[in-house]
């Protein structure tokens, strides 16, 4: 079991620091879905993506520099931004396993990825076979 939360901006400058605060409050209430590892992207207006991962709950981001730089990302330029709980069902607990991830796909573009569930009968992405999860 894993849980995803997002939020989108309807603005050209970015969240508001309330917006910023829900987020962090709904990513704290997603962990009951998945404890393991939390992950979260913000996506800015120009598409570049940051990703920051942290093993256990999302307590573990909030206490960090990671955390600060990430919300004034959101405020000064964010259009998406979700998170990830996880609750590892196959694979180890690592970091490299913990949502989201930034992949290739057959067309050489870059993707950003999250799952929740139990995938049978997949095939793996290219470049995806570092990662021991569905």
Not at 76 to 102: D, K, L, M, Y
């Amino acid at each position: 079991m894993c849980g995803i939360i997002a939020t989108i901006c309807n603005r050209t400058n970015g969240f508001d620091s309330e917006e910023t605060d829900q987020f962090a409050a709904n990513l704290f209430v997603n962990q009951w879905r998945g404890q393991d590892s939390t992950g979260i992207v913000n996506v800015a207006q120009n598409g570049d993506a940051i990703i920051v991962k942290a093993l256990g709950g999302p307590t573990n981001i909030y206490s960090t520099d990671k955390w600060d730089m990430f919300k004034k990302d959101m405020i000064s330029q964010g259009r998406i931004a979700f998170g990830h709980g996880r609750q590892a069902t196959r694979g180890t607990v690592t970091i490299e396993n913990a949502h989201p991830f930034r992949v290739e796909n057959k067309d050489g573009n870059e993707i950003i990825l999250v799952h929740n569930g139990t995938l049978h009968g997949f095939q793996r992405l290219p470049g995806f076979d570092k990662h021991d999860v569905d």
